[in-house]
């Protein structure tokens, strides 16, 4: 199930009943979506006092006992995009009428899935907005290996789905951020060190480390 709180009177509001599905990712000004295990999506909209005001339930988008979508998205506007344990990328989309999935594109040619590239992390996914451009931390491994962090960074155009970059790090990564300035930093994290650092997004260009951000870094969040 899910709480709502008002935030500005700090009061809770009620509990909405999400059988079967999990998460909260938040689609509009009054409405959220889960995924749920079946392979379909749950969709919930709220009134202006908070309580549900209509909830609907997808058909199966996905097969998750062939190829489960990773919980950890990474949203785009209406837009959240997934991907999944064999490294397809998935488009969740926000309309008028509810969620629609857009048409899933391969992160890997069929050369680089029999070498085992693949997707890791506890944040590995980010968008980089005015280029159109998904970064993903990548790394060799077995399915089991889906939530280690890897050593490099892969850049896709989306418009494209191609790969336009490669960003080898430094140290190895669990989490990562794109800031959505003109000039963009790219933030990494790694829940077994204790700093983080910084890089040009565009080129890979290493800048620097900060010491002590955290005891554990885990999720990194750009104001």
């Known amino acids: 199930s899910v709480t709502v709180v008002d935030t500005r009177t700090r009061r809770f509001v009620g509990e909405i009943d999400t059988p079967g599905c999990a998460r909260v990712y938040p689609s509009g000004p009054r409405s959220f979506f889960s995924i749920c295990s079946d392979g379909a999506l749950l969709q919930v909209r709220l009134n202006d006092q908070g309580h549900a005001a209509r909830i609907a339930r997808t058909r199966q988008l996905f097969n998750p006992q062939k190829d489960p979508l990773e919980e950890r998205g990474v949203r785009d506007g209406s837009t959240w995009w997934f991907t999944s344990f064999h490294g397809w990328a998935y488009p ?20 680089q899935r029999a070498r085992h590239w693949r997707t890791g992390g506890l944040q590995y996914l980010a968008i980089y907005r005015r280029a159109g451009e998904l970064y993903a931390i990548v790394h060799q491994g077995n399915v089991a290996s889906r939530k280690a962090p890897g050593k490099q960074v892969w850049v896709y155009n989306i418009a494209s789905r191609r790969r336009v970059g490669r960003i080898r790090l430094r140290d190895q990564a669990g989490s990562i951020l794109v800031t959505q300035d003109k000039h963009p930093l790219l933030f990494t994290c790694f829940l077994g060190s204790r700093s983080l650092e910084v890089y040009r997004a565009r080129t890979g260009q290493y800048l620097r ?5 955290a005891e554990t870094p885990t999720t990194l969040v750009s104001p």
């Open 92 to 111: 969740v989309e926000h309309t008028e009428h509810g969620m629609r999935v857009g048409r899933r594109w391969s992160l890997f040619t069929a050369a």
């Open 209 to 213: 480390t900060v010491a002590d951000v």
